[in-house]
């Protein structure tokens, strides 16, 4: 699993104008080829009298799977493009759709390829990127006599708790970065002067959402 990694935030669309041309920018995220095709099918039925609805994608930890669909356009000038933007913000698990409906005026080769990069870069700005952040959930047990200390300390820390449970002792779930597990047990051990018992709970990934990229 990737300590982190960024995707898009969900669903989107944003349209632009260009050269009275309608370039209509629409993103999801995907974690399957499956899922990016039904996406797509999606946005070509929804636009079935459009020009062209052109596609990319990536998907996997590693970009196995890469996909640019011109559609119509001519060769490299539109899915290339858009693909290019995906890997220049470094995003992952991601399909983007632009539909364009010609507007009467030629870009030509250069114009396109612009157009179609500049619809992807501004339809990723408006539906918002996210990092996930790969983190271990930590269970300590303490006793409630060390609750108020543990938890000020927690809230000013840089560490983030998930739950507190109130039970015959109290535990605290804190989502903690996978290498600094150790420094944070370690952390609670001294914290409690040895009062407290820390064991790994499931990896999780939380999303941060970010500014514009």
């Known amino acids: 699993m990737l300590s982190h990694y960024y995707t898009v935030k ?3 669309e944003h349209e632009l104008i260009i050269q009275k041309s309608r370039f ?48 119509g356009e001519p060769s490299g000038t539109a899915g290339v493009p858009m693909l290019e933007v995906l890997k220049k913000r470094d995003l992952k698990d ?13 870009l030509g080769t250069g114009g ?3 157009a179609y990069g500049k619809s992807v870069s501004e339809g990723l700005n ?14 300590t047990k303490i006793d409630y006599t060390w609750l108020g200390k543990v938890e000020n300390e927690l809230r000013a820390s840089i560490y983030l708790i998930k739950e507190i ?8 779930e804190v989502y903690v970065e996978e290498e600094k597990k150790d420094e944070f047990a370690a952390w609670m051990t001294e914290m409690t ?9 499931n990896n999780i990934y939380l999303e941060t959402e970010l500014s514009k990229m």
């Open 165 to 172: 449970h109130y039970l015959n002792d109290v535990e605290v």
């Open 10 to 12: 969900g669903y989107g």
């Open 112 to 114: 396109l390829i612009r």
């Open 126 to 139: 408006a539906t918002g990127i996210v990092e996930r952040k790969l983190m271990r959930v930590m269970h």
């Open 24 to 71: 209509i920018c629409y993103t999801e995220r995907v974690t399957t080829e499956e899922a990016a095709q039904e996406f797509i099918q999606k946005i070509k039925k929804q636009h079935s009298n459009a020009n062209h609805n052109c596609s990319a994608y990536l998907i996997g930890e590693n970009n196995q799977i890469q996909k640019a669909n011109d559609d």
């Open 193 to 201: 002067n040895g009062q407290c018992e820390s064991v790994e709970g």
């Open 94 to 106: 991601t399909v983007v759709v632009v539909t364009r409906y010609f507007g009467g005026i030629k």
